[in-house]
């Protein structure tokens, strides 16, 4: 491990696993530096050069991504480099405020500069995007809840980042919890009989099943599913669910949804809403590098 372990203990405290970040880190190096050097940085930087550099808000937002930026400093510097989190993960932020502010080398500091920032601006957009859908919701019962629609090598970056948002996560893995969608339906012959199928074969894990009718919506009702996921009903379709479920399972709309229509949905009485475009949409948060106070070693 290449991460001190002040931030090893900051990354574990926030549910992330250091290999788990330090990997990706090392793999985004990998793409930026192919094997070779940041070949600007190293003609036109003394090598004794030492700067600091800010990333800094340039709109307000909600952060995340905050250890991840720290660690690709760390990476970098392999000890050269000072680091420190201005704000925490989930912090809301103005426009103008510091981050994180790194000390150290300035070639190294311009070398970790981007894979800090492309971390920190997206998932400081995930973060933003799901505090928007949290706002939209609140004073109701609902909760905003993610989905497996991750970056591939990203999952558990982006889903922490939901959290920060103040969003809930929905399972990590196919292996957390099951849910019974239209392709596992058709396999096994019926709604029904795919919740019950997995049931017998997993008496101790979490089912929820997808329905596409309020006739579904009964059956598995009385099969004894006590999560359902209503894939693309309207908000009338979700108050009839709601009554007719009276309290029998958790309730999840699903498909359709939108910020403009969040609140209506919630209102129903469901208890989350699934939103993809947290992760597989947001827009990234713009956070910038400022190189500042460069002095000879």
Known sequence: MTLSSALSDQICGAGLDPADIEAVIERSLAEDLAGGVDVTSVATVPATQQSILKLVAREGGVVAGVVAACAAFEVVGQGRIAVSANVVDGASV?????????????????????????????????????????????????????????????????KFAVRCGGGVNHRMSLSDAALVKDNHVLAAGGVEAAFSAVRAMWPDLDVEVEVDSLEQLEEVLAAGADLVLLDNFTVEQTREAVRITAGRARLESSGGLSLSVARDYAETGVDFLAVGALTHSAPVLDLGGDLEQIREA
């Open 94 to 158: 103005d426009a103008g405020s510091c981050v994180v502010t790194a000390t150290g080398p300035t070639v190294d500091l311009l070398t970790a500069e981007r894979t800090a920032l492309n971390l920190l601006c997206h998932l400081s957009g995930i973060a933003s995007l799901t505090a928007r859908w949290v706002n939209a919701v609140a004073g109701t019962d609902a909760a905003i809840r993610d989905t497996r629609k991750t970056t591939p090598g990203l999952r558990s970056l982006e």
